[in-house]
């Protein structure tokens, strides 16, 4: 594995400019416990349970790091939606995947791991050049890859202490990536040209809840509803792909 230490992993495009800056891995605004659950990766085989605070890198030029808060905002506001279980406005699907894409390389970066399924140039722990170019909206997600929502029938607990980032991997290749973001049970697809199965079907992850592995995979929705356990209230999230 090359040493990808204090280097930009945005700079294939030869676009850097300013310091490379520590960057918390998750955001940190948008998860005011400050803590998520992170599994798969080998930093995190003892620990799950991670303070956000304590994920920072430098794996980014300051450039890159603000061209990217753009997606920090659209993915705060799309969080607090799922908390609330309601949209203000629809939340900017496209600009949301690209941000859990972003949050999956980030975690991701000198891991054992390549980034998505055949990408071409692609090297393990860390993103390839197309990889980069949808991170940054320089490319569209190929044909069924992006966003997958995991529907839930039975109504989720809304627990503001418990977000789940999760690679799913096979061969050595990252595939899916799951998130569990207040209560909203995501896959990001980073294989081109299939659509997402159920994860029980392929087998996988036996110990995952029963409403993420069990349930189908939406691709793209225009919205979706939910009931809240504690609540009892209808929830009811908007997205456009404009
Ligand atoms: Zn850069």
Redesign the pocket.
């Known amino acids: 594995m090359k040493n990808n230490k204090n280097k ?1 992993w ?2 294939y495009f030869g ?3 300013g310091e490379i800056t520590a960057e918390h891995l998750i955001s940190k605004s948008l998860f005011p416990e400050g803590i998520v659950f992170v599994e798969g990766f080998d930093w995190c085989e003892n620990i799950k349970k991670v303070g956000v605070n304590s994920l920072t890198r430098k794996i ?2 300051k ?2 790091n603000n061209d990217f808060s753009i997606l920090d905002s659209e993915a705060k506001y799309a969080i607090n939606c799922f908390a609330k279980g309601k949209t203000e406005r629809p939340i900017d699907g496209f600009l949301f995947e690209r941000w859990l894409l972003k949050t999956a390389i980030n975690l991701s970066v000198d891991s054992n791991f390549h980034i998505g399924i055949g990408f071409t140039d692609s090297e393990k722990g860390y993103p390839s050049p197309y990889a980069v170019a949808l991170a940054l909206g320089k490319q569209p997600f190929a044909y069924k890859m992006g966003i997958y929502f995991l529907e839930n029938k039975e109504g989720y607990l809304n627990n503001p202490t418990e977000q789940l980032m999760m690679p799913i991997t096979m061969d050595n290749e990252i595939g899916l990536f799951l998130f569990g973001l207040r209560g909203a049970n995501l896959l990001l697809n980073l294989t081109p040209a299939h659509e997402v199965p159920k994860l029980s079907s392929i087998g996988l992850y036996e110990s995952l809840p029963v409403e993420v592995k069990d349930n189908k995979p939406i691709y793209r929705p225009q919205g979706f509803t939910n009931m809240n356990i504690e609540s009892g209230l209808i929830h009811s999230i908007e997205f456009s792909y404009i």
Do not use: N, S, T, Y
Request: net charge negative.
């Open positions: 930009c945005a700079g676009d850097c400019e980014l030029c450039k890159h």
